[in-house]
């Protein structure tokens, strides 16, 4: 046979074998588990803690070591669960999966998965910047890639960390300056602890909603360099409000819970504020497009580090960046999955 030919027929029964698209998520058939599965299944490897990637009902988890405590505080402490290292090498009936930094938060991993001398890595949400808290994002050289597209369209390109953080405490200092308490709205794992750790060095004391302060207490006990808050409760007194920096879910947005606050500036911190109808429709004084996914230039980043001869994109603007890798000449394909961008998911816990 024909090298080329036999190149081509390796490369459909790879596909057909190392992992495939099903009803239940992304299934390895030969070693039998599943990568974030949205159904119950009997092993499930995870690439992070948040809730459309790490659902309850599975029979067995494998995760980074450092989202043990995070899936047993989100999925009950009696789940099945087993944490690896960074680059630690397991296997399951002779598939060699291993997990690599996402930088996406803290635990975060793109699995690789490698079959006969075939690679694939679902990389799960990811962000090639350091954001100085999470491990940082490491690009793994595969022959299929399985990439997010939250943020794929050329819109999104995210100013420098160190500027976004500038630009929010500067905001604070002014909201001070006016008297007023700054409510700080950020997704309760990932987005939240970054900004305390960004900001510990610029406010002495920080005031929590209860669905972050619940995995921060987490956090600190498994020593990850986070300051003290406070959680606010009913008996949290007004006085304690004024000039105040307090960091709530976005499902405190339009809730009785603010009201305690006023006078209040109300600043949302995600990639959506990009866009900026999006702060005026929400009806916020600022926006700040700080985002835990990768922006257009980091997914481009991402896919061309991979070397990947085919390219499968998944939840976002998902046929706009599938298109766009084939018009520039990579085989990437638009695939449907359950997941979705945990800076839109609520949290009703107050």
């Known amino acids: 046979m024909a090298p080329v030919m036999a ?32 159904k119950p299944v009997k092993r499930a490897v995870i690439t992070h803690a948040h809730a459309d990637h790490a659902r309850w009902g599975n029979e067995y988890y494998l995760c ?6 995070l ?14 290292a960074y680059g630690e090498t397991i296997f399951f009936n002779g598939v060699k999966v291993s997990l690599h930094p996402a930088g996406h938060m803290i635990g975060s991993a793109q699995i690789r998965v490698e079959q006969n001398g075939e690679v694939w890595v679902a990389s799960g949400d990811y962000k090639p910047e350091h954001d100085g808290l999470s491990a940082p994002f490491e690009p793994l050289r595969c022959h299929t890639f399985i990439t997010e597209s939250t943020f794929g369209l050329p819109i999104y390109r995210w100013a420098p960390q160190q500027q976004l953080f500038s630009n929010i405490t500067q905001w604070i200092y002014e909201n001070q ?11 309760s794992l990932g987005k939240a602890q970054r900004l305390l750790y960004h900001l ?6 920080f005031l929590v909603h209860g669905a972050i302060a619940i995995p921060h207490e987490v956090l600190l006990q498994e020593g990850w360099p986070l300051p003290p808050v406070e959680r606010i409760t009913p008996e949290t007194p007004k006085s304690a409000f004024k000039n105040a920096v307090i960091i709530a879910p976005p499902s405190a947005e339009d809730n009785v819970w603010m009201r305690r606050f006023h006078p209040y500036a109300l600043g949302i911190c995600s990639g959506w504020m990009q866009v900026r109808g999006n702060m005026r429709r929400r009806n916020a004084d600022a926006g700040f497009a700080l985002s ?10 991402a896919v061309t580090a991979t070397g990947a001869e085919q390219v499968y994109v998944t939840h976002g603007f ?24 945990e800076e839109m998911i609520t949290n009703p816990e107050n």
Not at 13 to 26: C, K, P, R, Y
Not at 64 to 69: G, I, Q
Not at 180 to 186: E, F, I, R
Not at 292 to 301: M, P, T, V
Request: with cysteine; aromatic share 12%.
């Open 7 to 38: 190149r081509f027929f390796l490369r459909i029964f790879s596909e057909m074998n190392v992992l495939q698209f099903t009803d239940n998520g992304i299934y390895c058939p030969a070693g039998d588990f599943y990568i974030d599965p949205w």
């Open 318 to 341: 998902s046929s706009v960046f599938a298109r766009y890798l084939s018009e520039k000449g990579i085989n990437a394909r638009e695939v449907s999955t359950s997941y979705g961008d």
């Open 71 to 84: 899936l047993r505080l989100r999925l009950g402490s009696d789940i099945s669960v087993q944490g690896v």
């Open 64 to 69: 980074e070591n450092a989202s043990v405590p």
């Open 177 to 187: 300056q006016a008297g007023k308490a700054s409510v700080l709205l950020a997704y």
């Open 200 to 205: 510990k060095d610029k406010v002495d004391h």
């Open 292 to 301: 835990d996914h990768a922006d257009w230039l980091g997914l481009l980043e």
